[in-house]
């Protein structure tokens, strides 16, 4: 692996025995339990870590998942949930022996009221499988990220995800209604949390605490969530602008001028921009190379209503000086590829070699500051520090790239960043979690009360500690 910081394997853990892989072959099938071709469950997305596990299991169903919870508790083996494998801190593959139970065969109920807009899924369906199943009924998904096609919904709800259009339709919390749950415990409970209900408070909504508990609680197999109507009318442009400053501005005078019709405000510096136009030989489609790129995109249902509200908007933008150059999609084909340069942001680094990837929230004021800091502070000996992002949520994505994984690069950035940012007021986490990646950072700005809770849900949910070891949670 990269020579990131690692672990040493708990001593009271199992080892698999030919005994466990008959029970696991008596549970769901011989043809689910694999112990060859499972490299791929091995690997991360962004090919840090590299774990050695040695069985991967693919449950059909929640009582197969309890199944397996049960006798894993009784051995002490431990177990990484993995959905589309798409996460970005190394949480959903073994550090080192520990089963993968892949959720991927967790894939048939699918049960939507068109009337309410709640749909009952199960948690091995793909995120963009089900925005495709909705469309039949006009209703969406109310979350979309440039993985939607690999990660599944399990893994979104585990993860928390955010990704582009949180600022219109909001967060996990906000939509996730219930789950289904399997727990690491002495009898694998399984838990029926929440309703397929907007409103219900005859309970303490306890799946919000899986939400974001990245695979170390329990192990989600259903969701019920509140999908969003299907925009008919959707519009995009691409903004130049002069500094950050102006950014702040043009987000204050989006959320003012557009209100209820703005789905989406991406940030692409144009550090970003020169990475996607060398690694994959995409171009702006603004005139110009400005300092900061906003992609804002905006979704209603009354196509001259929207067009006359959004043009207007980018008039006054223009007129006023706060946007240097604009360009208004005339066409879903144009559209797309404004989203692909946003979406490429993320692709196009893996051809500079080892990214050291951050996913923070800072407050509007500190926003870029810390990618300038970074920039002084490593120089020349990067191949370069981009911004780009989540900037209508405060979520920045800093990448800086070297040509392969360096300690003494590592060792100037962290734990510097992560403090700047807590000093800061930020998080060192805005989506993409915690997992193995974050681990030795994961207190800062955090008051202990809080670690210790988490420390006492862990024991709580999983008393043997073994969802998920080695990551984001402590042992018990
Ligand atoms: P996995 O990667 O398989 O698992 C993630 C974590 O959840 C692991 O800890 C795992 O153990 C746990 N887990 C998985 N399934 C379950 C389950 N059913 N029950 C309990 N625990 C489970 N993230 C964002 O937030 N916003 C973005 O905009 C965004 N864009 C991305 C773009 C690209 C190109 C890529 C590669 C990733 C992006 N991500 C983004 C990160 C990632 O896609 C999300 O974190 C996603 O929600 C992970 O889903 P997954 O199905 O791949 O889960
Ligand atoms: C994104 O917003 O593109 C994702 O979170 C992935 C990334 O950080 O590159
Ligand atoms: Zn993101």
Redesign the pocket.
């Known amino acids: 692996s990269s020579g990131l910081p690692g672990p040493t394997r708990h001593a009271d853990f199992g080892s698999i025995e030919d005994s466990d892989l008959s029970t696991f072959e008596r549970i769901i099938g011989k043809d689910y339990v694999k112990t060859s071709d499972i490299e791929t469950f091995n690997k991360d997305?962004m090919g840090w870590y590299k774990g050695t596990g040695k069985c991967v299991l693919l449950p059909g169903s929640t009582d197969e998942v309890s199944a397996i919870l049960k006798h894993c508790y009784e051995r002490r083996l431990a177990v990484?949930?993995?959905?589309?494998?798409?996460?970005?801190v190394g949480?959903?593959i073994p550090v080192f022996d520990e089963i993968v139970l892949s959720?991927k065969r967790i894939n048939k109920h699918f049960d939507l009221d068109p009337s309410s807009g709640v749909l009952e899924v199960d948690?091995g369906f793909i995120l963009e499988e089900i925005d495709q199943k909705l469309a039949a009924d006009g209703y969406m998904v109310p979350l979309d990220?440039?993985?939607k096609a690999?990660?599944?919904i399990?893994?979104?709800v585990?993860?928390c995800?955010?990704?582009?259009r949180l600022l219109r339709y909001g967060s996990m919390h906000s939509n996730v209604l219930g789950l289904d749950v399997v727990l690491p415990d002495a009898s694998g409970s399984v838990l029926k949390l929440g309703a397929a209900l907007r409103k219900d408070n005859t309970s303490i909504h306890a799946h919000h605490v899986f939400i974001g508990s990245?695979?170390q609680l329990?192990?989600?197999?259903r969701v019920r969530l509140l999908v969003a109507p299907r925009p008919t009318s959707v519009h995009s442009a691409l903004l130049g602008l002069e500094s950050f400053d102006k950014v702040r501005q043009l987000l204050r005078a989006a959320k003012t001028d557009l209100s209820e019709i703005l789905s989406s405000f991406e940030l692409l510096d144009a550090e970003t921009m020169r990475c996607v136009k060398e690694n994959t030989g995409l171009s702006s489609a603004l005139s110009s190379q400005p300092p900061f790129t906003v992609l804002i995109e905006t979704s209603g249902s009354n196509s001259d209503h929207d067009t006359a509200k959004f043009e207007a908007f980018l008039e006054k933008c223009i007129e006023n000086g706060l946007a240097s150059d604009g360009v208004i999609a005339e066409s879903a084909t144009e559209a797309n590829y404004f989203w692909k340069l946003r979406?490429m942001a993320?692709?196009s680094l893996l051809k500079d070699g080892f990214i050291y990837k951050n996913d923070i929230s800072l407050p509007l004021e500190h926003f870029y500051k810390i990618t300038e800091v970074l920039r002084e502070r490593l120089g020349e000996d990067v191949i370069r520090v981009i911004c780009y992002g989540h900037v209508g949520d405060g979520n920045a994505h800093i990448n800086i790239t070297s040509k392969e994984y360096s300690q003494e690069l590592y060792d100037r950035i962290y734990p510097f960043l992560y403090e700047w940012v807590a000093n800061h007021g930020g998080s060192i986490s805005a989506?993409?979690?915690i997992?193995r990646l974050k681990k030795p950072y994961a207190h800062l700005g955090k008051e202990s009360t809080e670690l210790e809770l988490n420390t006492r849900l862990k024991h709580f949910f999983d008393p043997r500690g073994i969802l998920?070891p080695y990551?984001f949670f402590p042992k018990v």
């Open positions: 997305w990484v949930p993995q959905s589309g494998n798409t996460g970005l949480a959903s959720l948690a990220l440039g993985s690999s990660c599944l399990g893994g979104n585990a993860t995800a955010g990704g582009v990245e695979g329990g192990i989600v197999t979406e993320t692709l989506e993409h979690g997992g998920n990551k």
